[in-house]
């Protein structure tokens, strides 16, 4: 049978989109027809829109913790940067530009809406553009309430309206900033948000309310009842019933002589069984929206909340990447090729990283100071910020330790190559290499002459023996002793070293 395969090595690159699920032969979507419908399983056995969603954000529990994680984010300062590599002068401008706008609109309360986008899977923000002068400019953005909007088998934005609610209004391109989270691919047009997960916990958690009030209701106070004897009347009856009614508000009753009336207290089920399951399924909710339970419940220790809070950073690191690139492919790359074709597109980004610590830092940069390098005046006003100037009256190491009462002075060495210190042990290497094969002569000649005698490495090694009481290394040992003595002066008075001393003078002598 003939193989139809082909072969990879002869083959082109096939540049179109195969397993697209807009063409309608996508198995896992049901039946599409003017709208593609959402695929959440939720929402479609309840046979609502994210109206069912909305409800599940009234949980205290689930607003508290989301609330906290969109903040995070909010509150982390954007920037907007030239594109990476970008050094054309248009590249630049329109960074320059983009910065300028998003000063001028709410820009920060815009993001806060459109990370609603997290909780329902999909965001979508209405950019309101206006003309300045030759260029295009941001004028607002609206989010808008995403159950309006629906994709069509297309692919296209539909706006539903009261007129048009079964294929809505195609809305045109390059006019709404969309925002997806939460889905497994990309054949999910609607993403899936946390109120997907959210949704089970806080409806189990809302029966538990239901049920715990009721045993509130019924077992706060004892339960009164009521004993009559056989063949008492209906009137009778009705009368002790009464009586059993009035105890529940007021301290005193009356009754008929002859019938009995009891409080019955609960003997079984309590209401730390409801608590207990409550506080499970806010923690459920704690670890979908937040990842971890510790910055919105008790923690058990100060490391574990730590561990916590930095996976809680992660996931507000996660949401800038993906809401700042998703303005970037959108509103910032389209203002760039309206008003600055060619150019690169600038790109926004949220500094959600927490602060370094300084003292660590400072640390850290004085052990690198020990191991030879030095800070630029660029990275100090960096690091630790404007305010920073040399000090030209400190001559000793800026990193030291300040002396405590007590110490003496550290000593100072000059820097390598100072003409106005001299290194003092260069100097006398020098001084000693400068004769060195007459100081060595009465030393070398013995042992150069049995080298040049000898008949064989024995033969060498029996004569150099007997000749080793023979060598003469006087001269050595005075030019030595004369160094040492002028680097220990030198070291006591701060005179440098002089190849002019006194031969004569006596290296022993102090005085």
């Known amino acids: 049978m003939k193989d139809t ?24 979507q049901p039946f599409v027809g003017a709208l593609r419908p959402n695929d959440d ?7 609502g829109g994210l109206e069912i969603y909305e409800e599940v954000l009234r949980d205290a529990q689930v607003f508290s913790c989301f609330q906290q994680r969109i903040s995070a984010l909010v509150s982390a300062e954007w920037e907007v940067r030239p594109a990476k590599g970008a050094t054309d ?22 993001c806060r809406k459109m990370l609603y986008g997290l909780f329902y899977g999909y965001a979508i923000g209405e950019m309101l553009w206006v003309k300045d002068g030759a260029t295009f400019a941001i004028d607002a953005i609206k989010v808008r309430r995403a159950r309006r909007f629906r994709y069509d088998k297309h692919g296209g934005l539909r706006l539903l309206t009261q007129n048009n609610m079964h294929e809505g ?19 999910t ?11 089970w916990p806080a409806l189990f958690k809302r029966h538990d309310l ?15 009842i009521g004993k009559y004897p056989a063949g008492t ?22 009754m008929p002589d002859g019938m009995i009336a009891e409080l019955l207290e609960a003997t079984r089920g309590s209401a730390a069984d409801f608590d207990k399951f409550h506080d499970r399924m806010d923690a459920s909710i704690s670890k979908v929206i937040l990842s971890q339970t510790m910055t919105t419940d008790s923690g058990s220790s100060l490391s574990q909340s730590e561990v916590h809070l930095d996976v809680r950073e992660d996931v507000v690191k996660a949401d800038a990447d993906i809401l700042c690139a998703s303005f970037n492919q959108g509103p910032a790359k389209w203002l760039t090729e309206w008003n600055y074709p060619g150019a690169k597109p600038p790109q926004l980004w949220r500094a959600v990283e927490p602060p370094e610590d300084l003292d660590k830092l400072a640390e850290r940069d004085t052990k690198i100071y020990q191991m030879g390098y030095r800070p630029s005046a660029e990275y100090v006003k960096e690091t630790y910020g404007e305010g920073w100037e040399p000090d030209p009256t400190r001559q000793q190491d800026a990193t030291q330790t300040a002396l405590q009462p007590g110490q003496e002075t550290p000593a100072q060495f000059a820097e390598p190559g100072d003409a106005s210190s001299p290194d003092i042990i260069q100097q006398a290497t020098g001084d000693l290499y400068s004769d060195w094969e007459e100081l060595m002569a009465p030393i070398v000649d013995p042992i150069r002459d049995q080298l040049e005698s000898a008949t064989s490495i024995e033969d060498f090694r029996d004569k150099i023996v007997d000749r080793l009481d023979g060598m003469d290394d006087a001269q050595f040992a005075e030019h030595m002793a004369r160094l040492g003595f002028s680097a220990r002066l030198t070291g006591e008075t701060g005179a440098p070293i002089s190849g002019s001393e006194d031969p004569d003078a006596n290296p022993t002598d102090e005085g």
């Open 233 to 254: 009347s209906e009137e009778d009856i009705n009368k002790l019933l009464g009586a059993l009614v009035a105890m529940r508000s007021d301290s005193a009753v009356v």
């Open 5 to 28: 395969t082909q072969d990879a090595e002869t083959s082109k690159p096939d540049i179109t989109e195969i397993a697209t699920s807009l063409d309608g032969r996508d198995i896992t």
């Open 89 to 110: 002068t248009a590249s630049k401008k329109a960074a320059d530009m983009l910065a300028e706008q998003l000063d001028n609109i709410l820009f920060d309360q815009a």
């Open 169 to 187: 209004e195609l809305m045109p391109a390059r006019k709404f900033w969309t925002f997806t989270s939460g889905s497994q691919d990309d054949d």
């Open 210 to 224: 239901k049920f715990w009030l009721t045993f509130l209701d019924k077992y706060g106070g004892p339960t009164s």
């Open 189 to 199: 047009l609607y993403g899936r948000g946390l109120a997907y997960w959210c949704f």
């Open 41 to 47: 399983p939720i929402l479609a056995a309840r046979g």
